[in-house]
């Protein structure tokens, strides 16, 4: 595992080898009318999605410390009504959470700006990485989904916030803060991109 001096352009790297098929997409999110924007937004990314978990950090105790990339792990999109649902990409689990459409571009670009503060991470600002798919992080489509977990005395809370790029790209943060029996908490942030 190597830290120290790392640069990863990840999020820039998923943008760029998805650039092709911009201008090939039969649907462009960025600048919906906001009274379309949650039924476009349901119908197009409704589907199985490859979850891309990359570099993140964590605080415990008060000391930082950094996480490399997780496995990849999948996720399902699933119309119900007029709601959009996920499920839970951890392996084995079969819990759905419901996706709120909207948000504010404020909670990924505050979880990026995290990520970059640590000292041997550094990774594409958000808006930079909402340009390089011609959009802004203001006229892309936010989604949002949260909820909690526990087990065994431990209890983690968690919170999604992506921005939709394009109909097969998906890209922002996981932030979680996990607390239990034991004295102290640990809460940390991770760059998450979906793909199909």
């Given at each position: 595992?190597?830290?120290?001096g790392t640069?990863?352009?990840?999020?820039l790297?998923?943008?760029?080898?998805g650039s092709a098929a911009f201008?090939?997409?039969?649907?462009?999110p960025c600048?919906?009318d906001?009274?379309?924007?949650?039924?476009?937004?349901?119908?197009?990314?409704?589907?199985s999605?490859?979850?891309?978990n990359g570099l993140?950090?964590?605080?415990?105790m008060g000391?930082a410390?950094p996480?490399?990339?997780?496995a990849?792990a999948?996720?399902?999109?699933?119309?119900?009504?007029?709601?959009?649902?996920v499920t839970?990409?951890?392996e084995?689990?079969?819990?759905?959470?419901?996706?709120r459409i909207?948000?504010?571009?404020?909670?990924i670009?505050?979880a990026?700006?995290?990520?970059n503060?640590?000292p041997?991470?550094?990774?594409?600002?958000?808006?930079d990485v909402?340009?390089?798919?011609?959009?802004t992080?203001?006229?892309?489509?936010?989604l949002?989904?949260s909820?909690?977990?526990?087990?065994?005395?431990?209890?983690?809370q968690f919170?999604a916030d992506?921005?939709?790029?394009e109909?097969n790209?998906m890209?922002?943060?996981?932030t979680f803060?996990?607390t239990?029996?034991?004295?102290g908490?640990?809460d940390?942030?991770?760059q998450?991109?979906?793909?199909?």
């Open positions: 595992m190597m830290f120290m640069r990863t352009a990840f999020v790297a998923a943008a760029l080898s201008a090939q997409d039969t649907w462009n600048g919906l906001p009274a379309q924007m949650a039924q476009e937004v349901r119908e197009n990314i409704a589907g999605w490859t979850v891309k993140g950090m964590f605080t415990i000391d410390m996480m490399p990339p997780d990849d999948a996720a399902d999109f699933v119309l119900k009504g007029d709601e959009l649902w839970d990409w951890a084995g689990s079969d819990r759905e959470y419901l996706v909207g948000g504010t571009d404020g909670e670009a505050e990026f700006d995290k990520l503060a640590f041997t991470i550094s990774i594409i600002p958000a808006e909402a340009t390089v798919a011609g959009c992080l203001a006229d892309a489509p936010h949002q989904l909820g909690t977990l526990s087990m065994d005395g431990t209890v983690l919170q992506l921005m939709v790029l109909e790209l890209t922002g943060a996981m803060l996990m239990g029996d034991s004295p908490f640990l940390g942030v991770r998450i991109t979906l793909r199909r």
